[in-house]
C-alpha cells in the first residue's frame, strides 16, 4: 500500500478534484490561456512567440506530470526492479516537439470531424487559432545541450526508448549551468562562447527543494580503535560540505502513458556557516567559499573522447555518484528490504568510466553506514554494476593520480586499494608468480613520479558485465586493452551492445516528410513502425517503382531545400547553395566533432584534390560542361566542435574554413564545388542537416570510432554513406547490404603494422595526396601566412602519420569516384540503394538495444500501464 500524509477522510475530495489531461484543442487552448495569464501574467495583448512556447511547454509539461506522477505510484506499488543510468552527459536537445510527438495518445478527430489529428497536430491548429505558429513556437526553445556528442546523445535516445518500453527507469546526471559551448567561427577560427542555456528559465524542469543532500570532500578518516583493518568500517570527516539539489525533467515514451525520470542535480551551498571565520571578522571569506560550491555543476567539461584529469571534474564525478546513490538507496530502504535484495531491485549502468566513483561509493556506504561486512558488501556491489566501454584509445582512459584521491576522498582511497588488493589477490591464485600480469591488471598504475588510479580497471572490477557498442568494438576491447581481463574473469563477462538512436526524434520529428512517406507506403496510418520497424522491410517492394522513387527524391530535394535555406541564415542572407541546381548537387556530410580519428582533414584534403583536378582540366583547356562529366556539382558541408584546448582540431577548421574561401569565389570553376562550415552542430541543427543528406562520411581510422551513431541517423533517414571498416559501419553493411554503402580504406587487423611502417620504414605517400599537401604548403588557402597549417602536412609526413591518411587517401577518392558515378549516371540505382538502406535500418533503433540490456545485462521487465 502507498502511504499517504492525507488522512483518510479527506481523500475523497482530493479525488473529486483529481487533475485532469487536457485531450483536445478545448482543453488546450483552456490550458494554454490559463497559463499565459497566470504562470506568466501576461495576456492577449502581449503574448509573443516566447510566451507562446513558455505556455505550450508548461500546457504540455501538466500532462505529463500528470502521468509521471501515476508511473511513479505504480511503481511504488508494484515495486519492481529499476534501472539507473548513470551519464555525466544527456545531449536532449529540444523537448517541446519530441514531446508532443510522443505524448499522442491515439489519433482523435478533428473539431469537423472529418480528419484523425495526432496531438502534435491538433497543438498547431490550435497555436494557429490562437494566432501561432507551431515552427515559430518550436524555435524558441533553447536546445539542452549537456553532452559532448555521441555518448551524451546516446544516453538521450536510451531514456526515450527506455520510456518507450515502459522499463522502469530514471536518468541520473548533472544539471550544468553552462553546456557545451556555442561555436562561433570568426576569420575561420573556432571561438567559444558560453552556453548559458538557461537565460529563458527552464519550462521542462522541476526543482525540488525538498531534496537536498549533502555531498562531503577532503577531511579525513578517523577509526575509533586505532589501527583495524581498513576493510572494517571507518568513520570519513568531510572537510567540505556541499549540498545536491534534484531537478527533475519528465521524459515521455512513444504511445504509452509512462513517464519517467531524468534527475540532474545541482550544487549549491549548504546553510551551515563557519563561524570560526566569521567570529575573525571574516564574513565576505565565509560567503566566498559557500559560493563556490555552485561551480561544482557551473560547466560541462567540452572534451570528446579526451581525459584532462582536473580536480573539479573529479569533485563532479563523485557529487553525481555520491547524491544519485545516496537517493537510489533511499529509494531502496523505503521497501524495507534486506541489502541482500538489492541487486534484484537495483541494476546500475555506467556510461563509461565518468561514473565509476559509484562502485567505491556503495561499498563505502554498505561497509561504513550499513556496517555489512566487506566481503557481503562487495558481492551486491558487484551484482549492481555494469559498465560500457567507449573508448580503445588511450588519451580517453580515465586515469586519477593517487595524490588527488587521498586529498579530496581519502575514505575512497583506502576502499580503492582494498578492492585491488582482494582481486590482484585472485589474480594471484589463478595466474601464479607472474607478477607482469598483477602489474598490468592492478587497478593501480606505478608510473613515476605520480601513481595513477585506472578507472576502467575499477569499472570492470567493480561490474558483472562490460559492454563494448559495437562488435568490432566489443571484440578489439577483449584483444586490446581488456585482453588480461578476460584471461582471469574468462569472456562471458565481456558482451557487445550496438548503439541505437530513436526513430522517434531522428524520423518522426527530424523528418516529417519521409516518415509521412513511409506511412502511406506501408500502409501504417498510426506509424507503428515507429516501435516496431522491422515493419520498413516493407519499404523494399518500392525500391524498383519509378513513381515512388520519384516522391521519395521530393523529399530529399525539399529537405535540401531546407538545409540550403539554414546554411543561407547563417550566412547572412546570402546563398551559398546554387538552388536551380539543387536536385543534381550531391550533399556531402560529415557532421561530428572534429578529432584527429574521425579524420575530417582527410575530407578537405579530397575537396582541395577536387578543386586542384577542376582546375587543371580547365587550364589544359576543357570546357566546363566537359570537367562536369568528370566532376559534377558538389556541396561539401562540414559542422563540428573542436575541444578548446585541442590545437590540431582547431586547425582543421580553419583549413576548411580557408578552403571554402578560396573555392566559393573562384568564379572559374563555375559552382562545381561549393564548401560549407556550419557553425555550432547541435541536436537542432542536426536534425535539419541529418536529413539533407545524399551522403555522409564515417571515416574514422578503423579500430578507433567505437560505434558511431551519426551513421544510423543518416542512413534512416535516407542518406547514403562513404565509410571505413569501422564501429558500427560494419554492421549497418551486415543489416542494408554491401551494395548499399560505400566502404574504403585499410581494415583494424592492419593498423598496427601501417603505423609500424611510417615509424620505422619508408612509406610512399600517393601522388594525390602530395598534390594536396603541395597546394597547402605553397600558401594557396593562407597566402598570407603560408606555414599556418604546417603541423597538419607534419603530422603525416614528419611524425607518423598516426591516424594514416596516407594509407586510405587513394582509395578514399577512387571510391568518391564511384559516388559522383552512381549518383550522377545511374540516379534510380542510386535512390533505389537508398530506400533499401531504409527498408532494412530497424535494427538501429535504440529500443532494440534497450531490449537487449534488460534482457542479458539488466534482468529488468517493463511494468506496462493498466
Ligand atoms: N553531435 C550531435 C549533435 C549529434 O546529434 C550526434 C549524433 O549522432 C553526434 C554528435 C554523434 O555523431 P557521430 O556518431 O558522427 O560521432
Given at each position: 500500500?502507498?502511504?499517504?500524509?492525507?488522512?483518510?477522510?479527506?481523500?475523497?475530495?482530493?479525488?473529486?478534484?483529481?487533475?485532469?489531461?487536457?485531450?483536445?484543442?478545448?482543453?488546450?487552448?483552456?490550458?494554454?490561456?490559463?497559463?499565459?495569464?497566470?504562470?506568466?501574467?501576461?495576456?492577449?495583448?502581449?503574448?509573443?512567440?516566447?510566451?507562446?512556447?513558455?505556455?505550450?511547454?508548461?500546457?504540455?509539461?501538466?500532462?505529463?506530470?500528470?502521468?509521471?506522477?501515476?508511473?511513479?505510484?505504480?511503481?511504488?506499488?508494484?515495486?519492481?526492479k529499476r534501472v539507473y543510468?548513470?551519464?555525466?552527459?544527456?545531449?536532449?536537445?529540444?523537448?517541446?516537439?519530441?514531446?508532443?510527438?510522443?505524448?499522442?495518445?491515439?489519433?482523435?478527430?478533428?473539431?469537423?470531424?472529418?480528419?484523425?489529428?495526432?496531438?502534435?497536430?491538433?497543438?498547431?491548429?490550435?497555436?494557429?487559432?490562437?494566432?501561432?505558429?507551431?515552427?515559430?513556437?518550436?524555435?524558441?526553445?533553447?536546445?539542452?545541450?549537456?553532452?559532448?556528442?555521441?555518448?551524451?546523445?546516446?544516453?538521450?535516445?536510451?531514456?526515450?526508448?527506455?520510456?518507450?518500453?515502459?522499463?522502469?527507469?530514471?536518468?541520473?546526471?548533472?544539471?550544468?549551468?553552462?553546456?557545451?559551448?556555442?561555436?562561433?567561427?570568426?576569420?575561420?577560427?573556432?571561438?567559444?562562447?558560453?552556453?548559458?542555456?538557461?537565460?529563458?528559465?527552464?519550462?521542462?524542469?522541476?526543482?525540488?527543494?525538498?531534496?537536498?543532500?549533502?555531498?562531503?570532500?577532503?577531511?579525513?578518516?578517523?577509526?575509533?580503535?586505532?589501527?583495524?583493518?581498513?576493510?572494517?568500517?571507518?568513520?570519513?570527516?568531510?572537510?567540505?560540505?556541499?549540498?545536491?539539489?534534484?531537478?527533475?525533467?519528465?521524459?515521455?515514451?512513444?504511445?504509452?502513458?509512462?513517464?519517467?525520470?531524468?534527475?540532474?542535480?545541482?550544487?549549491?551551498?549548504?546553510?551551515?556557516?563557519?563561524?570560526?571565520?566569521?567570529?575573525?571578522?571574516?564574513?565576505?571569506?565565509?560567503?566566498?567559499?559557500?559560493?563556490?560550491?555552485?561551480?561544482?555543476?557551473?560547466?560541462?567539461?567540452?572534451?570528446?573522447?579526451?581525459?584532462?584529469?582536473?580536480?573539479?571534474?573529479?569533485?563532479?564525478?563523485?557529487?553525481?555518484?555520491?547524491?544519485?546513490l545516496?537517493?537510489i538507496i533511499?529509494?531502496f530502504?523505503?521497501?524495507?528490504r534486506p541489502w541482500s535484495e538489492f541487486p534484484d531491485q537495483v541494476a546500475i549502468q555506467l556510461?563509461?568510466?565518468?561514473?565509476?566513483?559509484a562502485v567505491v561509493?556503495l561499498q563505502?556506504v554498505l561497509v561504513?553506514?550499513e556496517?555489512l561486512p566487506w566481503a557481503e558488501a562487495w558481492d551486491i556491489v558487484n551484482k549492481t554494476f555494469a559498465y560500457?566501454?567507449?573508448?580503445?584509445?588511450?588519451?580517453?582512459?580515465?586515469?586519477?593520480?593517487?595524490?588527488?584521491?587521498?586529498?579530496?576522498?581519502?575514505?575512497?582511497?583506502?576502499?580503492?586499494?582494498?578492492i585491488?588488493?582482494f582481486?590482484?589477490?585472485?589474480?594471484?591464485?589463478?595466474?601464479?608468480?607472474?607478477?607482469?600480469?598483477?602489474?598490468?591488471?592492478?587497478?593501480?598504475?606505478?608510473?613515476?613520479?605520480?601513481?595513477?588510479?585506472?578507472?576502467?580497471?575499477?569499472a570492470i572490477v567493480g561490474s558483472h558485465k562490460v559492454?563494448?557498442?559495437?562488435?568490432?568494438?566489443?571484440?578489439?576491447?577483449?584483444?586490446?586493452?581488456?585482453?588480461?581481463?578476460?584471461?582471469?574473469y574468462?569472456?562471458s563477462k565481456?558482451t557487445?551492445?550496438?548503439?541505437?538512436?530513436?526513430?522517434?526524434?531522428?524520423?518522426?520529428?527530424?523528418?516529417?516528410?519521409?516518415?509521412?512517406?513511409?506511412?502511406?507506403?506501408?500502409?501504417?496510418?498510426?506509424?507503428?513502425?515507429?516501435?516496431?520497424?522491422?515493419?520498413?522491410?516493407?519499404?523494399?517492394?518500392?525500391?524498383?517503382?519509378?513513381?515512388?522513387?520519384?516522391?521519395?527524391?521530393?523529399?530529399?530535394?525539399?529537405?535540401?531545400?531546407?538545409?540550403?535555406?539554414?546554411?543561407?541564415?547563417?550566412?547572412?542572407?546570402?546563398?551559398?547553395?546554387?538552388?536551380?541546381?539543387?536536385?543534381?548537387?550531391?550533399?556531402?556530410?560529415?557532421?561530428?566533432?572534429?578529432?584527429?580519428?574521425?579524420?575530417?582533414?582527410?575530407?578537405?584534403?579530397?575537396?582541395?584534390?577536387?578543386?586542384?583536378?577542376?582546375?587543371?582540366?580547365?587550364?589544359?583547356?576543357?570546357?566546363?560542361?566537359?570537367?562536369?562529366?568528370?566532376?559534377?556539382?558538389?556541396?561539401?558541408?562540414?559542422?563540428?566542435?573542436?575541444?578548446?584546448?585541442?590545437?590540431?582540431?582547431?586547425?582543421?577548421?580553419?583549413?576548411?574554413?580557408?578552403?571554402?574561401?578560396?573555392?566559393?569565389?573562384?568564379?572559374?570553376?563555375?559552382?562545381?564545388?561549393?564548401?560549407?562550415?556550419?557553425?555550432?552542430?547541435?541536436?537542432?541543427?542536426?536534425?535539419?542537416?541529418?536529413?539533407?543528406?545524399?551522403?555522409?562520411?564515417?571515416?574514422?581510422?578503423?579500430?578507433?570510432?567505437?560505434?558511431?551513431?551519426?551513421?544510423?541517423?543518416?542512413?534512416?533517414?535516407?542518406?547514403?554513406?562513404?565509410?571505413?571498416?569501422?564501429?558500427?559501419?560494419?554492421?549497418?553493411?551486415?543489416?542494408?547490404?554491401?551494395?548499399?554503402?560505400?566502404?574504403?580504406?585499410?581494415?583494424?587487423?592492419?593498423?598496427?603494422?601501417?603505423?609500424?611502417?611510417?615509424?620505422?620504414?619508408?612509406?610512399?605517400?600517393?601522388?594525390?595526396?602530395?598534390?594536396?599537401?603541395?597546394?597547402?604548403?605553397?600558401?594557396?588557402?593562407?597566402?598570407?601566412?603560408?606555414?599556418?597549417?604546417?603541423?597538419?602536412?607534419?603530422?603525416?609526413?614528419?611524425?607518423?602519420?598516426?591516424?594514416?591518411?596516407?594509407?586510405?587517401?587513394?582509395?578514399?577518392?577512387?571510391?568518391?569516384?564511384?559516388?559522383?558515378?552512381?549518383?550522377?549516371?545511374?540516379?534510380?540505382?542510386?535512390?533505389?540503394?537508398?530506400?533499401?538502406?531504409?527498408?532494412?535500418?530497424?535494427?538501429?533503433?535504440?529500443?532494440?538495444?534497450?531490449?537487449?540490456y534488460?534482457?542479458t545485462i539488466w534482468n529488468v521487465?517493463?511494468?506496462?500501464?493498466?
Open positions: 500500500a502507498i502511504d499517504t500524509m492525507i488522512p483518510l477522510q479527506s481523500r475523497a475530495l482530493w479525488n473529486k478534484h483529481k487533475v485532469q489531461k487536457f485531450e483536445d484543442a478545448e482543453g488546450f487552448d483552456d490550458r494554454f490561456i490559463h497559463h499565459v495569464e497566470t504562470t506568466l501574467a501576461r495576456s492577449l495583448y502581449n503574448c509573443d512567440d516566447l510566451a507562446a512556447y513558455e505556455s505550450t511547454s508548461i500546457s504540455v509539461r501538466d500532462n505529463l506530470v500528470i502521468d509521471w506522477n501515476k508511473t511513479q505510484q505504480r511503481l511504488t506499488a508494484r515495486d519492481p543510468y548513470l551519464s555525466l552527459e544527456f545531449l536532449m536537445g529540444r523537448a517541446l516537439d519530441n514531446a508532443l510527438i510522443n505524448m499522442g495518445s491515439e489519433p482523435k478527430p478533428n473539431s469537423n470531424g472529418d480528419e484523425l489529428l495526432g496531438t502534435r497536430d491538433m497543438v498547431k491548429d490550435s497555436l494557429n487559432d490562437l494566432g501561432f505558429r507551431l515552427e515559430d513556437v518550436l524555435a524558441q526553445e533553447p536546445d539542452a545541450a549537456l553532452g559532448n556528442g555521441g555518448l551524451g546523445r546516446l544516453a538521450a535516445c536510451f531514456i526515450d526508448s527506455m520510456t518507450t518500453e515502459n522499463i522502469p527507469a530514471w536518468g541520473y546526471g548533472l544539471r550544468y549551468e553552462y553546456g557545451i559551448f556555442a561555436q562561433k567561427i570568426i576569420d575561420g577560427y573556432q571561438i567559444e562562447t558560453p552556453d548559458y542555456w538557461l537565460n529563458i528559465g527552464n519550462r521542462w524542469e522541476i526543482e525540488r527543494h525538498e531534496i537536498q543532500i549533502p555531498v562531503t570532500f577532503y577531511g579525513y578518516v578517523d577509526r575509533p580503535d586505532g589501527d583495524t583493518p581498513t576493510t572494517d568500517p571507518a568513520q570519513w570527516i568531510g572537510g567540505e560540505r556541499v549540498l545536491a539539489v534534484a531537478y527533475d525533467f519528465p521524459v515521455p515514451g512513444y504511445k504509452t502513458t509512462t513517464v519517467n525520470n531524468l534527475r540532474l542535480w545541482k550544487a549549491k551551498p549548504t546553510t551551515e556557516f563557519d563561524f570560526a571565520k566569521f567570529n575573525t571578522g571574516d564574513y565576505k571569506n565565509s560567503v566566498d567559499q559557500q559560493q563556490r560550491a555552485e561551480s561544482i555543476t557551473a560547466c560541462l567539461y567540452p572534451n570528446d573522447n579526451f581525459a584532462e584529469g582536473k580536480e573539479l571534474r573529479l569533485k563532479q564525478q563523485y557529487f553525481w555518484c555520491a547524491a544519485s545516496h537517493d533511499r529509494r530502504k523505503k521497501t524495507q556510461n563509461d568510466t565518468h561514473p565509476t566513483l561509493e563505502r561504513d553506514l556496517k560500457t566501454n567507449h573508448t580503445v584509445m588511450q588519451e580517453a582512459l580515465e586515469k586519477w593520480p593517487v595524490s588527488l584521491f587521498s586529498r579530496l576522498l581519502p575514505r575512497h582511497l583506502e576502499i580503492i586499494y582494498d585491488n588488493w582481486f590482484l589477490q585472485e589474480v594471484e591464485k589463478k595466474f601464479p608468480d607472474n607478477s607482469e600480469l598483477l602489474s598490468r591488471i592492478s587497478i593501480i598504475e606505478e608510473v613515476y613520479p605520480e601513481r595513477l588510479i585506472r578507472m576502467a580497471f575499477l559492454n563494448g557498442v559495437a562488435e568490432l568494438h566489443s571484440e578489439l576491447i577483449k584483444t586490446t586493452i581488456f585482453s588480461d581481463f578476460v584471461k582471469f574468462g569472456p565481456f557487445n551492445v550496438t548503439n541505437g538512436i530513436t526513430p522517434r526524434r531522428w524520423l518522426k520529428q527530424a523528418n516529417p516528410e519521409l516518415s509521412k512517406l513511409i506511412s502511406e507506403a506501408i500502409n501504417d496510418p498510426k506509424d507503428d513502425f515507429l516501435l516496431d520497424m522491422t515493419k520498413l522491410t516493407k519499404l523494399a517492394e518500392f525500391a524498383d517503382d519509378h513513381g515512388f522513387q520519384q516522391r521519395w527524391n521530393k523529399v530529399k530535394e525539399d529537405n535540401k531545400i531546407k538545409l540550403a535555406d539554414l546554411i543561407k541564415n547563417l550566412n547572412n542572407g546570402e546563398d551559398i547553395i546554387d538552388r536551380e541546381h539543387i536536385n543534381n548537387t550531391l550533399f556531402d556530410i560529415q557532421v561530428k566533432r572534429i578529432h584527429e580519428y574521425k579524420r575530417q582533414q582527410m575530407n578537405i584534403f579530397g575537396v582541395i584534390y577536387r578543386y586542384l583536378a577542376i582546375k587543371n582540366l580547365l587550364e589544359q583547356g576543357a570546357s566546363i560542361e566537359e570537367v562536369e562529366k568528370k566532376f559534377p556539382r558538389k556541396v561539401s558541408i562540414f559542422g563540428g566542435k573542436s575541444a578548446p584546448g585541442y590545437y590540431m582540431a582547431k586547425l582543421i577548421i580553419k583549413l576548411i574554413n580557408s578552403v571554402a574561401d578560396v573555392v566559393n569565389s573562384d568564379v572559374a570553376i563555375a559552382d562545381l564545388i561549393k564548401v560549407v562550415f556550419i557553425p555550432d552542430y547541435n541536436v537542432s541543427k542536426a536534425e535539419i542537416i541529418i536529413p539533407a543528406s545524399d551522403l555522409s562520411e564515417h571515416i574514422s581510422t578503423a579500430g578507433t570510432e567505437a560505434s558511431g551513431t551519426s551513421n544510423m541517423k543518416f542512413v534512416m533517414n535516407g542518406g547514403l554513406i562513404i565509410g571505413t571498416v569501422d564501429g558500427a559501419n560494419v554492421e549497418i553493411t551486415r543489416e542494408i547490404g554491401e551494395d548499399n554503402i560505400f566502404l574504403f580504406g585499410n581494415l583494424s587487423e592492419k593498423v598496427e603494422e601501417l603505423r609500424y611502417n611510417h615509424k620505422y620504414r619508408k612509406s610512399e605517400m600517393p601522388s594525390e595526396l602530395k598534390m594536396v599537401l603541395n597546394a597547402i604548403e605553397s600558401g594557396l588557402f593562407s597566402p598570407e601566412n603560408p606555414n599556418e597549417f604546417k603541423p597538419l602536412w607534419d603530422s603525416i609526413k614528419h611524425h607518423g602519420d598516426y591516424y594514416l591518411v596516407s594509407d586510405d587517401f587513394a582509395s578514399y577518392l577512387a571510391t568518391q569516384e564511384l559516388v559522383d558515378q552512381v549518383f550522377h549516371y545511374e540516379k534510380s540505382e542510386w535512390i533505389k540503394k537508398c530506400i533499401l538502406s531504409v527498408a532494412n535500418v530497424g535494427f538501429f533503433s535504440s529500443d532494440r538495444c534497450i531490449e537487449e534488460a534482457e521487465e517493463p511494468v506496462k500501464p493498466e
